[in-house]
């Protein structure tokens, strides 16, 4: 392997690494969110 398909690997996998991460934060936010809205709605109907 040449030295630049091992840095443009290092790269691609650091990247997706980047994305799964970021993803999980994502969802992880929306998840938190989406469980304090959901008592909210349930105990306070305005």
Not at 18 to 27: A, I, K, P, Q
Request: charged share 30%.
């Amino acid at each position: 392997m040449s030295v630049r398909n091992f840095r443009f690997y290092r790269t691609y996998e650091g990247l997706k690494l980047l994305y799964v991460v970021r993803g999980f934060v994502e969802f992880h936010r929306f998840y938190r969110t989406y469980e304090g809205l959901k008592p909210k709605k349930l105990f306070n109907p305005l």
